[in-house]
């Protein structure tokens, strides 16, 4: 119910904020503000992006639990994918994501609503670039006619 409400409440709230907006600073500036916003946004969420990658990989190389970095990347993602979307309410709160600190509030919202039930991260050793197995294979031609999972 709540993303059926979010789904009308946001297009009529940013039908809104472009005639309040375009009704006070005209059409043209107001389509340049849209503009220069998917364009400065497209810059940062790249920029960050990249930043969020490299965590993720560093907490996969000294096996510590990645879901932090990867819950930062998905917040980037959507913060990208909400400051591409025209509209001033969209482009306030993917702005707002890009901040690390309001990525970091969110956070604490969502996990003190989400409750997980068990969690193990047990590192197995490194892989030794010795440890290489050879082996062999015989490819066996396809049978003819039906494969047995179905009737024919």
């Known amino acids: 119910m709540r993303l059926l409400l979010a789904f009308i409440a946001v297009p009529l709230i940013e039908i809104g904020l472009f005639i309040q907006v375009g009704d006070y600073i005209g059409l043209w500036p107001t389509l340049l503000i849209v503009l220069l916003t998917a364009v400065i946004g497209t810059s940062l969420v790249r920029n960050q992006g990249i930043q969020a990658l490299v965590k993720l990989q560093s907490a996969f190389v000294s096996m510590r639990d990645p879901t ?10 959507f913060a990208g994918a909400l400051l591409l979307t025209p509209g001033f309410f969209t482009d306030t709160v993917g702005i707002l994501l890009l901040f690390p600190q309001f990525r970091s509030f969110a956070m604490r919202r969502i ?8 969690f193990n991260f047990k590192p197995k050793e490194k892989y030794q670039s010795d440890d290489v197995i050879d082996g062999s294979f015989d490819e066996i031609p396809p049978k003819e006619g039906p494969s047995g999972w179905t009737k024919d």
């Open 68 to 77: 932090e970095p990867l819950a930062h990347g998905a917040m980037i993602l």
């Open 111 to 118: 996990r003190s609503k989400i409750k997980v039930s068990n």
